[in-house]
């Protein structure tokens, strides 16, 4: 049976890129308790202050910014996952190398690809790398973990947060940061659909949201 493409689109608000899911109890705030942040140099987008910039760290054990290195100007693939799943987490990362093949050049330029752990008390850089190399990541697929805190709040702010790993969700988010726009689809649709739809946003030129 051929899978369903099953795509929502969602155009950027403060209310959430998944406006309207219902969500789990929101994770702790890794910003609560900091004390008053240093002014800004320059007054944040709409999407820099939704998701903020909690420090994750990548495969390769770069440290790297949510909003400022993985999300700001870029299209990008987004999934969640963790490092021993056996169920629905190799597909979907098969799709992911589809995806990467079919981008070329394009990918870590035009759009990236990011899979964030559910598991980062697990999923250390070095397992995430291991994982990485199974599906032949390249540079532009970035697999991130971090402090726990840290991960969750950037899953929270994906609409992708779960309180049991094993519950995480099958969707896909697909997001051009520079235009707002951003849909989901179903993670184990067919290769083909989910490269037409990546294509689709990459290629969107509407206004840039702020």
Not at 42 to 51: S, V, W
Not at 61 to 80: E, H, M, Q
Request: aromatic share 8%.
């Amino acid at each position: 049976m051929k899978k369903i493409l099953f795509v929502v689109s969602i155009f950027f608000s403060l209310v959430g890129v998944v406006a309207g899911q219902t969500k789990p109890p929101a994770p702790p705030d890794p910003h609560a308790n900091h004390g008053t942040p240093a002014p800004a140099a320059e007054e944040p987008t709409g999407a820099a202050k939704y998701f903020s910039d909690v420090e994750l760290i990548d495969q390769n054990g770069r440290k790297v910014r949510f909003y400022n290195d993985v999300l700001k100007g870029k299209t990008v693939v987004i999934n969640a996952l963790f490092t021993t799943c056996t169920n629905v987490c190799p597909p979907i990362s098969r799709n992911l190398e589809r995806i990467q093949e079919a981008l070329g050049d394009r990918l870590g330029k035009n759009v990236s690809l990011v899979s964030i752990t559910v598991d980062p008390v697990n999923d250390t850089p070095v397992k995430l790398k291991e994982y990485a190399q199974k599906f032949h990541a390249r540079a532009g697929w970035s697999f991130l973990t971090g402090k726990k805190e840290n991960v969750d709040w950037a899953l929270y702010k994906l609409g992708q947060y779960v309180e049991d790993k094993n519950e995480h969700q099958t969707i896909v988010i697909i997001g051009n940061e520079a235009t707002g726009l951003w849909k989901k689809a179903f993670g184990l649709a067919s290769a083909e659909d989910l490269v037409r739809l990546v294509e689709e946003v990459a290629n969107d030129k509407g206004v840039a949201a702020k």
